[in-house]
């Protein structure tokens, strides 16, 4: 299995971005995919993650409510739908791939791995 992220920029405090993880090499629709992020010194966190089925989602808490997760299983893609960003919210964000359909939050329980994608939003 492989992932590739996408999407990542820069922007503007109170902007919004969108990132893409497609994954190829598996079964997508039996998956469930999860987002994770990165700031410099700091460890890997849980930002989001769905199911295999699309109806089961979790959030970070300081996600909830500014961030959406969703997939498009015949396109083997998962999104990342990131609104009212701050400062805070700059990381490198990394998609990852759990071999079971049920959605978790711990990294250590997801197999695979894409490549990461920068965001940085400016003050």
């Known amino acids: 299995v492989q992932l590739q992220a996408s999407g990542g920029g820069l922007v503007q405090a109170g902007g919004s971005l969108r990132l893409s993880c497609a994954a190829s090499?598996?079964?997508?629709?039996?998956?469930?995919m999860g987002w994770f992020r990165q700031a410099p010194g700091k460890e890997r966190e849980f930002v989001a993650a769905i199911s295999a089925s699309g109806r089961t989602t979790y959030f970070a808490d300081s996600m909830k409510g500014r961030f959406t997760i969703s997939r498009d299983n015949p396109k083997n893609t998962v999104y990342l739908h990131m609104n009212s960003l701050n400062p805070e919210d700059s990381a490198v964000y990394y998609c990852a791939l759990k071999q079971t359909g049920w959605a978790t939050t711990g990294h250590e329980q997801y197999d695979y791995w894409g490549q990461g994608t920068l965001v940085t939003v400016s003050s």
């Open positions: 090499g598996g079964t997508f629709t039996n998956y469930a």
